[in-house]
Protein backbone atom coordinates (compact mmCIF):
# COMPACT_ATOMS: atom_id res chain seq x y z
CA UNK A 1 0.00 0.00 0.00
CA UNK A 2 1.14 3.67 -1.10
CA UNK A 3 1.42 5.92 1.62
CA UNK A 4 1.76 9.61 0.54
CA UNK A 5 3.56 12.32 2.80
CA UNK A 6 2.68 16.39 2.27
CA UNK A 7 4.93 19.19 2.67
CA UNK A 8 6.33 22.65 1.75
CA UNK A 9 2.42 24.55 2.77
CA UNK A 10 2.78 27.36 5.20
CA UNK A 11 1.54 31.51 5.52
CA UNK A 12 2.60 33.63 2.42
CA UNK A 13 1.48 36.77 1.33
CA UNK A 14 -1.32 37.21 -1.72
CA UNK A 15 1.02 37.36 -5.02
CA UNK A 16 3.61 34.88 -3.77
CA UNK A 17 4.79 31.66 -4.04
CA UNK A 18 4.95 28.51 -2.58
CA UNK A 19 6.37 24.74 -2.99
CA UNK A 20 4.34 21.37 -2.24
CA UNK A 21 5.82 18.12 -2.07
CA UNK A 22 4.53 14.58 -2.08
CA UNK A 23 6.60 11.78 -0.87
CA UNK A 24 5.20 8.35 -1.69
CA UNK A 25 6.38 5.19 0.01
CA UNK A 26 5.71 1.49 -0.03
CA UNK A 27 5.36 1.07 -3.81
CA UNK A 28 6.66 3.25 -6.82
CA UNK A 29 4.04 5.26 -8.11
CA UNK A 30 5.38 5.77 -11.63
CA UNK A 31 2.54 4.45 -13.65
CA UNK A 32 0.00 6.20 -11.59
CA UNK A 33 -1.98 9.23 -12.61
CA UNK A 34 -1.00 11.79 -9.85
CA UNK A 35 -3.08 14.54 -8.65
CA UNK A 36 -3.08 17.20 -5.79
CA UNK A 37 -6.61 18.25 -4.17
CA UNK A 38 -7.11 20.62 -1.73
CA UNK A 39 -9.74 21.19 0.86
CA UNK A 40 -10.86 24.41 1.84
CA UNK A 41 -13.15 25.49 5.18
CA UNK A 42 -15.97 24.19 4.54
CA UNK A 43 -15.96 23.21 1.08
CA UNK A 44 -15.86 19.74 -0.55
CA UNK A 45 -12.28 18.20 -1.47
CA UNK A 46 -11.67 19.08 -4.90
CA UNK A 47 -8.57 18.28 -7.67
CA UNK A 48 -7.01 20.86 -8.71
CA UNK A 49 -3.98 19.43 -10.95
CA UNK A 50 -3.00 16.07 -12.00
CA UNK A 51 -0.51 14.00 -14.08
CA UNK A 52 -0.74 11.46 -15.76
CA UNK A 53 2.14 8.46 -16.24
CA UNK A 54 2.98 9.91 -19.68
CA UNK A 55 3.55 13.35 -18.17
CA UNK A 56 0.04 14.70 -19.63
CA UNK A 57 -1.35 17.56 -17.03
CA UNK A 58 -4.68 19.14 -16.70
CA UNK A 59 -5.74 21.65 -14.26
CA UNK A 60 -8.97 23.19 -13.03
CA UNK A 61 -9.81 26.69 -14.48
CA UNK A 62 -9.20 28.63 -11.34
CA UNK A 63 -5.18 27.31 -11.02
CA UNK A 64 -4.72 27.10 -14.52
CA UNK A 65 -1.42 29.66 -15.29
CA UNK A 66 -0.36 29.94 -11.45
CA UNK A 67 0.49 26.27 -10.48
CA UNK A 68 2.44 23.72 -12.27
CA UNK A 69 2.55 20.14 -11.12
CA UNK A 70 5.47 17.60 -11.80
CA UNK A 71 6.96 14.47 -11.06
CA UNK A 72 10.26 12.38 -10.15
CA UNK A 73 9.75 9.28 -10.63
CA UNK A 74 13.01 8.25 -9.83
CA UNK A 75 12.35 9.89 -6.49
CA UNK A 76 8.72 8.70 -5.95
CA UNK A 77 7.83 12.11 -5.33
CA UNK A 78 5.13 14.83 -6.92
CA UNK A 79 5.37 18.48 -6.41
CA UNK A 80 2.90 21.36 -7.05
CA UNK A 81 4.24 24.91 -7.73
CA UNK A 82 2.32 27.33 -7.09
CA UNK A 83 2.80 31.13 -8.36
CA UNK A 84 0.46 34.30 -7.77
CA UNK A 85 -1.16 32.84 -4.56
CA UNK A 86 -4.48 34.16 -3.98
CA UNK A 87 -6.74 34.41 -0.83
CA UNK A 88 -9.01 31.90 -2.34
CA UNK A 89 -6.50 29.37 -2.64
CA UNK A 90 -6.31 28.90 0.89
CA UNK A 91 -6.96 25.18 1.86
CA UNK A 92 -5.29 21.79 2.74
CA UNK A 93 -3.33 20.50 0.45
CA UNK A 94 -3.45 17.03 -0.51
CA UNK A 95 -2.01 14.15 -3.21
CA UNK A 96 -2.87 11.05 -4.07
CA UNK A 97 -3.94 9.01 -7.13
CA UNK A 98 -5.93 11.00 -9.93
CA UNK A 99 -9.12 9.02 -11.51
CA UNK A 100 -8.73 5.27 -10.93
CA UNK A 101 -5.59 5.82 -9.62
CA UNK A 102 -7.51 7.17 -6.44
CA UNK A 103 -6.38 5.59 -3.38
CA UNK A 104 -8.45 5.33 -0.52
CA UNK A 105 -5.93 6.33 2.03
CA UNK A 106 -5.09 10.04 2.41
CA UNK A 107 -2.07 11.56 3.80
CA UNK A 108 -2.39 14.08 6.52
CA UNK A 109 -1.82 17.15 3.78
CA UNK A 110 -0.49 20.50 3.93
CA UNK A 111 -1.83 23.70 5.39
CA UNK A 112 -1.43 26.60 2.82
CA UNK A 113 -2.92 30.26 4.05
CA UNK A 114 -2.49 33.06 1.86
CA UNK A 115 -3.07 36.38 3.76
CA UNK A 116 -1.96 39.76 3.96
Known amino acids: QVQLVESGGGLVQPGGSLRLSCAASGSSISTYAMGWYRQAPGKQRQLVAAMASDGSTSYVDSVKGRFTISRDNAKNMVYLQMNSLKAEDTAVYYC??????????WGQGTQVTVSS
Open 96 to 105: NGAGRWAMSS
